[in-house]
């Protein structure tokens, strides 16, 4: 058990962070999201909508 723990203190930064990258990864890129950050990315244009302005 010690030898879990010292391994997990001695290695956990280097293995965490990768880890939390890819999780980050793919909940951003998960199949659901893709709407979401559709109509986030739409955001600065529904003044011009509005206003009837096109670019």
């Known amino acids: 058990m010690d ?9 956990g930064f280097f293995l965490g962070m990768p ?7 793919l909940w951003v890129f998960r199949p659901s999201a893709e709407k979401r ?11 011009d909508k509005k206003s009837g302005k096109s670019r």
């Open 3 to 11: 030898q879990i723990v010292n391994f997990i203190g001695d290695y």
């Open 19 to 25: 880890l939390l990258f890819i999780a980050i990864v």
């Open 37 to 47: 950050y559709e109509a986030d990315g739409n955001l600065p244009f529904y003044g």
